[in-house]
Protein backbone atom coordinates (compact mmCIF):
# COMPACT_ATOMS: atom_id res chain seq x y z
CA UNK A 1 0.00 0.00 0.00
CA UNK A 2 1.78 3.89 -0.84
CA UNK A 3 0.18 6.70 1.39
CA UNK A 4 0.86 9.95 0.16
CA UNK A 5 1.36 12.69 2.52
CA UNK A 6 0.46 15.94 1.08
CA UNK A 7 1.60 19.51 2.16
CA UNK A 8 2.29 22.76 0.08
CA UNK A 9 5.86 22.52 -0.21
CA UNK A 10 6.36 19.01 0.61
CA UNK A 11 8.31 19.84 3.47
CA UNK A 12 7.67 20.83 7.18
CA UNK A 13 4.06 20.08 7.53
CA UNK A 14 4.37 16.86 5.18
CA UNK A 15 6.47 15.28 7.12
CA UNK A 16 5.22 15.70 10.00
CA UNK A 17 1.44 13.88 8.56
CA UNK A 18 4.76 11.02 7.59
CA UNK A 19 5.41 10.56 10.91
CA UNK A 20 2.64 10.77 12.45
CA UNK A 21 0.91 8.39 9.71
CA UNK A 22 3.71 5.49 10.10
CA UNK A 23 2.66 5.27 13.87
CA UNK A 24 -0.92 5.00 13.45
CA UNK A 25 -0.28 2.32 10.80
CA UNK A 26 1.59 1.17 12.82
CA UNK A 27 -0.94 0.65 15.73
CA UNK A 28 -3.36 -0.40 13.14
CA UNK A 29 -0.95 -3.34 12.48
CA UNK A 30 -0.71 -2.10 8.65
CA UNK A 31 2.24 -1.96 6.55
CA UNK A 32 2.27 1.32 4.33
CA UNK A 33 4.95 3.20 2.49
CA UNK A 34 4.40 6.38 3.26
CA UNK A 35 5.53 9.53 0.93
CA UNK A 36 6.07 13.17 1.24
CA UNK A 37 4.55 15.47 -1.95
CA UNK A 38 4.06 18.73 -2.52
CA UNK A 39 1.02 20.42 -3.76
CA UNK A 40 2.95 20.46 -7.49
CA UNK A 41 3.66 17.05 -7.64
CA UNK A 42 0.80 15.49 -5.72
CA UNK A 43 -1.47 15.10 -8.71
CA UNK A 44 0.75 13.31 -10.69
CA UNK A 45 1.79 10.95 -7.68
CA UNK A 46 -1.69 10.33 -7.08
CA UNK A 47 -1.85 7.99 -10.38
CA UNK A 48 0.18 5.14 -8.04
CA UNK A 49 -0.98 6.07 -4.25
CA UNK A 50 -3.73 4.54 -2.69
CA UNK A 51 -4.74 7.00 -0.09
CA UNK A 52 -3.97 9.90 0.74
CA UNK A 53 -3.39 12.16 3.58
CA UNK A 54 -3.32 16.05 3.55
CA UNK A 55 -5.01 19.47 5.31
CA UNK A 56 -8.82 20.19 4.14
CA UNK A 57 -7.59 22.70 2.30
CA UNK A 58 -5.08 21.36 -0.08
CA UNK A 59 -8.00 18.71 -0.41
CA UNK A 60 -10.02 21.09 -1.71
CA UNK A 61 -6.90 22.09 -4.45
CA UNK A 62 -6.10 18.86 -5.02
CA UNK A 63 -9.73 18.13 -7.19
CA UNK A 64 -10.88 14.57 -8.21
CA UNK A 65 -8.08 11.95 -7.62
CA UNK A 66 -7.90 8.24 -8.00
CA UNK A 67 -7.31 7.41 -4.45
CA UNK A 68 -9.45 8.48 -1.31
CA UNK A 69 -8.35 11.25 0.80
CA UNK A 70 -8.33 11.88 4.14
CA UNK A 71 -8.11 15.34 5.70
CA UNK A 72 -6.33 15.53 8.91
CA UNK A 73 -7.27 18.55 11.22
CA UNK A 74 -4.70 18.32 13.73
CA UNK A 75 -1.47 16.99 12.37
CA UNK A 76 0.00 16.01 16.02
CA UNK A 77 -3.33 14.47 17.10
CA UNK A 78 -2.46 11.01 16.97
CA UNK A 79 -5.56 9.68 18.05
CA UNK A 80 -7.09 11.69 14.82
CA UNK A 81 -4.55 10.04 12.57
CA UNK A 82 -5.72 6.42 13.74
CA UNK A 83 -8.94 6.95 13.44
CA UNK A 84 -8.97 8.46 10.08
CA UNK A 85 -6.58 6.08 8.67
CA UNK A 86 -8.60 3.44 10.59
CA UNK A 87 -11.84 4.77 8.74
CA UNK A 88 -10.65 4.79 5.75
CA UNK A 89 -8.54 1.66 5.44
CA UNK A 90 -12.37 -0.30 6.24
CA UNK A 91 -13.69 0.58 3.06
CA UNK A 92 -10.81 -0.87 0.55
Excluded: H, W, Y
Excluded at 67 to 74: D, G, L, Y
Amino acid sequence: MKILAVCGMGLGSGLLLRMQAEKALKQLGVQADVEVSDMGSARALSATADLIITSEELAQQLGNVKPRVVTITNFVNLAEMVAKLEEALKDR
